[in-house]
């Protein structure tokens, strides 16, 4: 068992370094961008910054180790109300076997509604009037993605998890899928309540497209979150039924700078939260607010974030179930 345990450290560690070495590599596009739109109103509302504190089974979205937090059964739901009228909808599905490890379900389309057709044989005037090249017929495009996911704990400290993925883009002229994979790891230092953690999304062949290369939006987040005050294991005091979460991300898109998230939670006796959060060394996002509210295991989360002048603002909303 040790040996094993050995063998999945050393390869996680070694996919990490592998995948940081060319994420510096600026390849300019990027096939399957809407792998990199991520649902989850309570990661949003605090900027992203959710690699080490994602729970659930929402968290195969972020971090696939944050499923050990499962005891018994998680599912959520989420929707995001995108740019232009184009919407997101996701699922997730956790289950724990004592013994083994907890397994996952998770599932996200993206619809960016109906599309008017246009080709050149139609572009000009016709009966006095132009005509930009609309045809009267209109197309959707559709993108999916569906995967499994396993994560255990392999001591009282260090957790791994996995996810094996098939995601699929409909472009009506050209349909293109692919086998995905992603991986994360969580590690407790065992001090007040830090924890560290790494992983990385969307880990596979690149797409072709006619005669030419993409690759996948390939990215790796590590970072680190602890409670400044909280009923237990805080940094600076404990508080009866008042808590201040704050998480850090650093993260490495393969398309784009480097960029880092800063996020806070503050939950009054476990019931309510609000969240704010920053992603710093993006082109439009930047501020994230956030609440939610929890109640004998079934959780609401919304998150706003707004993305200036031209793009305008997005909403998020979710909702789990835990039983225990």
Not at 111 to 140: A, C, M, R, W
Not at 267 to 296: H, P, V, W
Request: proline share 2%.
């Amino acid at each position: 068992m040790k040996f094993i345990k050995y063998v999945l450290i050393f390869t996680l560690i070694q996919l990490l370094l592998s995948v940081n070495s060319f994420a510096f590599e600026k390849v300019g596009t990027t096939s399957f961008q809407f792998l990199k739109v991520l649902p989850t109103a309570r990661a949003i509302g605090m900027g992203s910054a959710y690699s080490t504190i994602g729970i659930g089974s929402e968290s195969m979205f972020w971090n696939p180790a944050g499923l050990t937090t499962v005891s018994n059964i998680d599912a959520s739901v989420s929707y995001l109300d995108w740019f232009l009228d184009a919407a997101q909808y996701s699922f997730s599905v956790a289950y724990t076997v004592d013994g083994i490890g907890t397994f996952g379900v998770m599932g996200m389309m993206a619809d960016v509604g109906s599309i008017q057709e246009t080709k050149v044989s139609h572009l000009g005037y016709q009966n006095g009037v132009y005509n930009p090249g609309l045809t009267g017929n209109t197309f959707n495009p559709k993108s999916m993605v569906f995967g499994l996911s396993y994560a255990k704990d392999l001591n009282d400290r260090f957790t791994f998890g996995i996810n094996i993925k098939y995601a699929n883009e409909d472009l009506v002229y050209y349909s293109k899928g692919a086998i995905i994979f992603d991986g994360g790891m969580l590690f407790d230092t065992g001090y007040k309540s830090i924890v560290v953690g790494a992983s990385i999304r969307n880990f596979g062949q690149e797409i072709v497209y006619i005669d030419k290369n993409y690759p996948l939006p390939q990215t790796l987040n590590i970072g680190v979150s602890a409670y400044l005050f909280s009923d237990d294991e805080s940094l600076f005091g404990n508080i009866q039924d008042h808590s201040l979460l704050v998480s850090t991300d650093i993260i490495q898109p393969r398309d784009y700078d480097q960029q880092y998230a800063l996020g806070v939670e503050y939950s009054f006796s476990k019931m309510l939260y609000l969240r704010s959060g920053y992603l710093f060394n993006s082109d439009n996002d930047g501020l994230n607010l956030g609440a939610g509210i929890s109640f004998k295991g079934t959780n609401v989360d919304y998150a706003f974030s707004n993305f200036g002048e031209f793009l305008g603002t997005v909403h998020r909303i979710s909702i789990s179930l835990s039983i225990k």
